[in-house]
């Protein structure tokens, strides 16, 4: 097992900026962007259970987008809709302390190296790096609006934005160095996602888009017939994510061509989760779905009672998600059943990570709660 190392010491410098006197040690197996890989799976790396016992709870002051944090090394990063970036220690949900952005943070932010990148949904520089030793801004870009969440893929920033365009930057460099722009006529809300070959990304046009990622150049796009808002996820050469019409999609990464299809009946805001053989989602309707990832098959379904309209996450034998009725619900894998819920003081419309012992749930109430747990690898 990989030794995780102490939180880095930090040296406070205003109530709304600091910086670190040390690296925060990236492992394998810290949640560094959207979906805890390029191919956004939404599992976690820990295998964690209920019961589960609220550890602390923390007042950001604002509320959050679907996807709005990320842990690493024990630090708990949190974007909000107040433009602010919150780091709390995730062993006692003590505030560290607080990064400004541009404006409201929709997509979630990525962490490179000891660099956080964040996304703006407004303003002229809507893509900034901040450097987390030097407790200051290296470089901002003027790209256009950002909802969907940053991708990171080795050295690769993908950026999607509402005026249509998807960019590739190498981050190796001082200064981030554009290596292509691809464009679109549409907005895009769907977040991208990548095999390390190919960048996937959903489109307001109703395309699926499949790019090359050395080049940008389009190999493929498919036709789904309605806007595609939800985050696009892989697994095994395969391409998952739902519509607004309320089909979910099983896509041939290397053919574009239709695996197969699943009608829900409902709009599909969320993105999904994979394990080896199920594929996880919320819908509009509150209704959740367990589908055979190869064939599309109904393995089992469970009603919330409000919209779902954000992933749920993987940890071992559970499934995790919150739903608009304020409650996370924590679900057996194997038939679909409850075996926990805690309802919180708003609405949950942001997707729970699970990081060591610790399940951890952004609410509408501007709330962070941390729950703990027995945890195993």
Known sequence: MKKFFPLALLILTSCSSFKLEKNIILGEFNWVQYGNSPTRSNKSYYKVSPPFQLSWTYN???????????????????????GEIHLVDIETGKKIGTIGAESPVHGTPVLYRNKLIIPSALGKNTLECFDLNLGKSLWKEKIGPIESSLL???????????????????????????????????????????????????????????????????VWKFNANSPIFAPISISDGKIYF????????????????????????????????????????????????????????????????????????????????????????????ENGNLIWKYETRGRVKSSPIAWKNFLVVASEDRYIYAFKTEQTK
């Open 152 to 218: 990171l893929v080795y050295d690769n920033l993908i950026v999607a934005t509402l005026e249509g365009e998807v960019i590739n930057y190498n981050l190796k460099y001082e200064l981030p160095e554009k290596i292509w722009e691809f464009k679109v006529q549409k907005p895009i809300h769907s977040s991208p996602a990548s095999d390390g070959k190919f960048i996937l990304f959903g489109c307001d046009d109703g395309n699926l888009y499949c790019l090359g990622i050395e080049d940008g150049k389009l």
């Open 242 to 333: 739902g519509t607004l019409g309320g089909d979910f999609f099983c896509v041939d990464i290397k053919s574009g061509k239709e695996e197969w299809r699943f009608n829900t009946g409902s709009k599909i805001y969320g993105g999904c989760a994979l394990n080896d053989t199920l594929v996880f989602f919320g819908t509009a309707s509150g209704k959740f779905f367990a589908l055979n990832k190869n064939n599309g098959e109904l393995i089992w379904t469970f009603s919330a009672k409000s919209l779902i309209n954000s992933a749920p996450v993987i940890s071992g034998k559970t499934i995790i998600f919150g739903s608009l009725d304020k409650n996370v619900y924590a679900i057996e894998i």
């Open 60 to 82: 950001a002051g604002a509320g959050f987008s679907n996807a709005p944090m990320l842990i690493a090394d024990g630090i708990l990063f949190v974007a909000t809709l107040a």
